[in-house]
Each structure stands twice: as C-alpha cells, then as structure tokens.
Nanobody, 114 residues
Framework: VQLQASGGGLVQAGGSLRLSCTAS????????MGWYRRAPGTQRELVAA???????TIAGSVKGRFTISRDSTKNTVTLQMNSLKPEDTAVYYC?????????WGKGTLVTVSS
C-alpha cells in the first residue's frame, strides 16, 4: 500500500488547512484510516482516526477544531483543520490499516505562525 498525502503548508494562527491522503497499490480493502503528528522534540501522537463504519476518534487537543472524514470508494481520508494554533505545528502523517498491518505516509509539514 502506498500513501500519497497533500495539503500541508504555512498558515497564520486562526486559519485553516485541509490534508488529504489516498491509499493505492492494493486490491484489498483499507480498514481504519487516520492522521498522526509529531512536533519537534515530541513523540508522534494520534490526531484523528476514522473506522470503516465512520466512527471517529479525535484527540482532545484538536476536538472541535479538526474534522476527519473518508471516502472509502477512493481510499481517501481527509483532515479538515480549522482555528489552527501555533501548537498545531508539526509533521502530519497519514496512517491506514489493512487488517492488522499499518502503513504510513511520508509526512507533510504544517506550520502555524503566530
């Protein structure tokens, strides 16, 4: 499975960005999809995840500001990020599961200036 992410960049605090990630390269179904992030000097953390049935898990630090959605027909997961804060600055990684096996994208940088 290959993951292609897009949508990172530089934005001012209070602004919005949308990250998208598409999985390809396998005829098997994709299970859970999500986004993690790692800020400088910290460990990678879950931002949001969405199951095949649509159930979501959202980190408390972004709840109410970020929304995750998926289009299973296109194997695409989208993270809509609103009201961005400088502390959201991080490299964001797309993650999907196929069965129990995880796959990771290369990461896309999101920088929020104050």
């Amino acid at each position: 499975v290959q993951l292609q992410a897009s949508g990172g960049g530089l934005v001012q605090a209070g602004g919005s960005l949308r990250l998208s990630c598409t999985a390809s390269g396998s005829s098997l179904s994709i299970d859970a999809m999500g986004w993690y992030r790692r800020a400088p000097g910290t460990q990678r953390e879950l931002v949001a995840a969405i199951a095949t049935g649509g159930g979501t898990t959202i980190a408390g630090s972004v709840k109410g500001r970020f929304t995750i959605s998926r289009d299973s027909t296109k194997n695409t997961v989208t993270l809509q990020m609103n009201s961005l804060k400088p502390e959201d600055t991080a490299v964001y990684y797309c993650n999907v599961f196929q069965g129990m096996r995880p796959y990771w994208g290369k990461g896309t940088l999101v920088t929020v200036s104050s």
